[in-house]
């Protein structure tokens, strides 16, 4: 069965520091990747996209994610962490038709971000 | 940028009540979609709907729960006899042909 997998339920990271979100998927062909972050309060927002191509994407607040097709994996990344970030961060896989993906997303538990001062 | 909107925010309703959550997409997305979160768990998929009709649902998506897009601009979510289990926040989403853009979600209480 298609799953997602996000290891950390919960990181604290200091204000500048850098940060990895891990991802692992299970699927048997590549699916699409997206990372979303959950404010309290707020619905979830698109960060990043995974669809083809090149594996690195770059997304909205200066995240990065890069796909690993022999790990499953699509890590989320940012090198310097402000305040504002901390929030819910949710990995989601999707499936579709050519460059179209129109199914559902299959989301993982979610990682709650910290940020100390 | 044009958002997914929900109504309400915030709904309380008596178990055994029918409730309608609504949802206005964007306007040119012709892929919608519903899910769910329960207090503590995973984003659930619930139902997804095109072309007026449902192109699939999941197992939580029963008999007590339907959809309809009463006019070009809404989205609902009916369920018919609410359970104190089906308490969550739920989500719209709607797509044009790639990523779902999501509402900001309805809290539905059932007590």
């Known amino acids: 069965a298609q799953s997602v997998t996000q290891p950390d339920i919960h990181i604290t990271v200091s204000e500048g520091a850098s940060l990895e979100l891990r991802c692992n998927y299970s699927?048997?062909?590549?699916?699409?990747l997206f990372w979303y972050v959950q404010s309290p309060g707020q619905g979830l927002q698109l960060l990043l996209k995974?669809?083809?191509?090149y594996t690195l994407v770059q997304g909205i607040k200066g995240f990065e994610a890069e796909f690993k097709r022999s790990q499953s994996s699509f890590n989320l990344r940012k090198p310097s962490v402000h305040w504002s970030d901390a929030a819910e961060y949710f990995c989601?896989?999707?499936w579709g038709h050519g460059s179209s993906n129109t199914g559902k997303l299959i989301f993982g538990q979610g990682t709650t971000l910290q940020v100390k001062p | 940028e044009p958002e997914v909107t929900q109504t309400p925010s915030h709904q309380v309703t008596q178990m055994g009540q029918e409730v309608i959550l609504r949802c206005v997409p964007i306007s040119n997305h012709l892929y919608f979609y519903w899910y769910r979160q329960i207090l503590g768990q995973k984003v659930e998929f619930l139902v997804s709907f095109y072309n007026n009709e449902i192109s699939e649902k999941s197992e939580i998506f029963d008999d007590q729960f339907s959809v309809e897009r009463p006019d070009g601009s809404n989205f609902t979510l009916k369920i018919r006899s609410t359970k104190l289990e089906d308490s969550a926040m739920y989500f719209c989403a709607s797509s044009e042909w790639g990523p779902q853009h999501f509402g900001d979600g309805t809290r539905l209480s059932i007590l």
């Open positions: 989601a896989v999707g």
């Open positions: 995974y669809f083809s191509g």
């Open positions: 699927y048997g062909a590549t699916p699409y």
